[in-house]
């Protein structure tokens, strides 16, 4: 169930921020806050600078913030790595996730817990971990085949975008940015995409999904929806908007 109530839920604040890629200006001042509990979709047409805005946030080092501030929970981050933001609660899940040959996805999945746990927690026991990755696939629908596979090798799309929920749902972040989940999937694995996140989705985590279209908005159901146009996010609103926003098209927003 949906935090609507999250007066005091931790932020995800963007303020003002300014990316530029190889001295190209791409984000161009872009504002916005997601609170824990909160689902928001940032929708926008290509080149808009929604992915930039993500990768921007985790902290890629080819994009270089120019000016404004990524705060979490009144703390800017922007001194912190890629690896010390995701401690700090924040995950990324890529519009193409990478395939890694040889390397199991349990494996992966263990030590990307234990990373983001720090050198002086204890490790986790493997039954224990081994425990809540059952837990957490049977709560995704997923067979316990998926995770002796190696990571995302020879998946399909949709088997890639429910490793990245799967990641998601065992990292357990504060904050998960979503860069085009429904990129191209066919209706069933868009659906089931859908679920896996709605499963993940409740008080503990603010969610921003990134896309195109409203095809997995219908399932997810977002509070909020923005409109990113060049590097600006120029128009908010309630889930109500993306339905607009697909029988209208971007064009209408520029005239109002």
């Known amino acids: 169930m949906k935090n609507k109530k999250a007066g005091n839920a931790p932020v995800l604040e963007i303020r003002d921020l300014h990316v530029s890629i190889e001295?190209?200006?791409?984000?161009?001042?872009?504002?916005l806050r997601v609170k824990q509990?909160?689902?928001?979709?940032?929708?926008?047409?290509?080149?808009?600078?929604?992915?930039?805005?993500?990768?921007?946030?985790?902290?890629?080092?080819?994009?270089?913030?120019?000016?404004?501030?990524?705060?979490?929970?009144?703390?800017?981050v922007l001194g912190m790595k890629t690896y010390e933001r995701a401690r700090a609660g924040l995950f990324l899940a890529f519009q193409y996730p990478s395939e890694v040959q040889g390397v199991g996805m349990s494996n992966f999945l263990r030590t990307a817990l234990n990373a983001k746990?720090?050198?002086?927690?204890?490790?986790?026991?493997?039954?224990?971990?081994?425990?809540?990755?059952?837990?957490?696939?049977?709560k995704l629908g997923m067979k316990e085949e998926f995770s002796k596979r190696y990571l995302n090798d020879g998946f399909s799309g949709g088997e890639k975008k429910r490793s990245e929920i799967l990641q998601m749902a065992m990292l357990g972040p504060k904050f998960a940015i979503l860069d085009e989940p429904d990129s191209g999937l066919d209706v069933d694995a868009l659906k089931s995409v859908a679920k896996g996140?709605?499963?993940?989705?409740?008080?503990?985590?603010?969610?921003?999904?990134?896309?195109?279209?409203?095809?997995?908005?219908?399932?997810?159901?977002p509070d909020f929806v923005h409109v990113m146009m060049n590097g600006r996010i120029v128009k908010s609103g309630t889930g109500k908007l993306a339905?607009?926003?697909?029988?209208?098209?971007?064009?209408?927003?520029?005239?109002e």
Do not use: C
């Open 23 to 31: 001295g190209k200006e791409i984000v161009r001042g872009a504002s």
């Open 37 to 76: 509990g909160e689902i928001h979709a940032l929708m926008g047409p290509n080149g808009s600078g929604k992915s930039t805005l993500s990768l921007a946030i985790m902290g890629h080092p080819k994009y270089k913030i120019t000016g404004g501030d990524i705060l979490l929970d009144g703390k800017s």
């Open 117 to 138: 746990r720090g050198k002086n927690a204890p490790t986790i026991p493997v039954p224990e971990f081994v425990a809540d990755l059952k837990k957490k696939m049977g």
């Open 197 to 221: 996140i709605r499963a993940q989705a409740g008080p503990g985590l603010g969610v921003l999904i990134i896309t195109h279209y409203d095809r997995i908005l219908k399932y997810v159901k």
């Open 243 to 255: 339905g607009e926003l697909d029988s209208k098209g971007y064009g209408w927003i520029n005239k």
